[in-house]
């Protein structure tokens, strides 16, 4: 059974960071890009950061470039998103997604396995 299972969300004082880790099962990461998208609500889903299936090449959202990190672990067939800096504007849920392929997928329909979200709240 294909999963991709999020955690490491929670609540968070501005200038806080999280890292969120996305945990895949019953299929071979090696061979899958990944992306982390995010929703606000009354908010349409946004790409955050993406990578290839090598890890060599990743893009990052202009709203988080600086702030974030993605990375893969295909070992541990583990990605993560390390975010640094939080604003309260980062709120929302974050998921990950895996597509098949080798570069950087920024469109969300293009993602062939979804993570069922972790809530990300920055706020004092």
């Known amino acids: 059974q294909v999963q991709l299972v999020e955690s490491g969300g929670g609540l968070v004082q501005p200038g806080g960071s999280l890292r969120l880790s996305c945990a895949a099962s019953?299929?071979?990461?090696?061979?899958?890009?990944i992306g982390w998208f995010r929703q606000a609500p009354g908010k349409e889903r946004e790409g955050v950061s993406f990578?290839?299936?090598?890890?060599?090449?990743?893009y990052y959202a202009d709203s988080v470039q600086g702030r974030f990190t993605i990375s893969r672990d295909n070992a541990k067939k583990t990605v993560y998103l390390q975010m640094n800096s939080l604003k309260p504007e980062d709120t929302a849920v974050y998921y990950c997604?895996?597509?098949?392929?080798?570069?950087?997928?920024?469109?969300?329909?293009?993602?062939?396995?979804w993570g069922q979200g972790t809530q990300v709240t920055v706020s004092t």
């Open positions: 997604a895996a597509k098949y392929g080798t570069r950087t997928y920024q469109g969300p329909y293009e993602y062939d396995y």
């Open positions: 019953g299929f071979s990461l090696d061979y899958y890009a």
């Open positions: 990578m290839g299936s090598s890890g060599r090449t990743a």
